[in-house]
């Protein structure tokens, strides 16, 4: 009777075990999950990316900041996240506040972005007191009521309706004034724009909860500014509205030539509106590790609503023991006298 020699056993084991790793290697490298890892973005100045035609050296800077985001992470990617207490882990469906249609999704953030400086502009100028034209282009969809049969029909979130049966509806009150005429169970066509290119929809309409006839879904509108000064923004790498107070805060220093920075690092965050209320935003404890990183000496939290964002941004500090100092900001008008009195740091950032 003969043996199989040890060194031929140990290689015919070794050559599948080694084969199997392999394979599970790249199945967990190359194997996407439909999960968002979100943590600590950037903190950036933003005078670099707003133009108005007006020279302004700040000795300070103010800082807009983001929220870092992955969409559809390898195995590796969610084994760090878990073991990260700075990152979380969503569903697609949560992250993206149920949009389960990521292209649509980020034609909305899109869309929220360039509506954001628009208003920024015309919050800057009112809170200046000066005259800004603007004007309505469309309505845009960002979001589907409970009983909706526009997604059915192909409308998706993110898209800008500018015309319902070949009628123009850039304006809501047109837009309202055609639907109105119309009953629950009959049928529209509606067209516009879906990011870079154009769509058509045929949609069904229903009875809405307070008994009128709609399409069904959350609008906002689509704004043309056009402001006095040639006003320019670079914030093309980045989409959503929460850098619509320091676009503002931005445009009035430079347009008033007042260096409101008076030497400091100060990161902020909230939406902005025509009339300068500043609203709350998502991730603020991922924007404020951010803005410690680049040790900013302020940040401006949006102080509305439920207050979740003060709430948020107070358990953050104390958690993470950050530096930056918080700063309550309903509105421009807190935000630019808070500017205004603080005194000018004697060792300005840099």
Do not use: C
Request: avoid cysteine; proline fraction near 5%.
């Amino acid at each position: 009777m003969t043996s199989r020699p040890k060194s031929s056993f140990r290689r015919s084991w070794k050559l599948p075990l080694v084969g199997l790793l392999i394979a599970l290697y790249l199945f967990a490298y190359l194997k996407s999950w439909p999960y968002v890892i979100t943590g600590p973005g950037s903190a950036d100045p933003i005078h670099s990316r707003v133009e108005t035609g007006h020279k302004l050296d700040q000795k300070g800077q103010f800082l807009f900041v983001t929220v870092s985001s992955r969409s559809k992470p390898n195995l590796f990617s969610l084994l760090y996240a878990k073991l990260n207490p700075k990152l979380d882990i969503q569903t697609e469906e949560k992250a993206t506040g149920g949009r389960t249609n990521l292209e649509a999704y980020r034609n909305l953030l899109a869309w929220m972005r360039d509506s954001s400086e628009n208003i920024a502009m015309v919050a800057a100028y009112h809170a200046m007191g000066k005259e800004i034209d603007f004007e309505e282009q469309g309505v845009i969809v960002v979001s589907f009521l409970p009983g909706s049969k526009a997604r059915e029909g192909g409308l998706q979130e993110g898209d800008i309706i500018t015309q319902i049966d070949g009628h123009n509806t850039t304006k809501f009150e047109d837009f309202v004034q055609y639907i109105s005429g119309k009953k629950p169970g009959d049928v529209v066509q509606v067209s516009g724009k879906r990011g870079e290119s154009t769509f058509k929809a045929t949609l069904t309409l229903i009875k809405l909860d307070d008994g009128r006839t709609g399409i069904g879904f959350q609008r906002d509108l689509v704004l043309k500014v056009t402001p006095p000064d040639p006003v320019k923004f670079d914030f093309s790498d980045i989409g959503g509205p929460s850098a619509g107070l320091m676009m503002a805060l931005e445009i009035i220093s430079q347009l008033t030539e007042e260096d409101l920075t008076k030497g400091y690092k100060i990161a902020g965050t909230g939406t902005i509106a025509m009339d300068g209320a500043v609203g709350q935003i998502g991730g603020i404890n991922y924007k404020l590790m951010a803005a410690d990183n680049e040790n900013a000496d302020y940040f401006l939290v949006p102080y509305s609503g439920d207050f979740s964002n003060w709430k948020l941004a107070e358990e953050t500090v104390k958690k993470y023991d950050l530096s930056p100092k918080l700063v309550k900001v309903a509105t421009l008008d807190d935000a630019v006298k808070f500017l205004k009195e603080l005194p000018a740091n004697p060792e300005p950032a840099k």
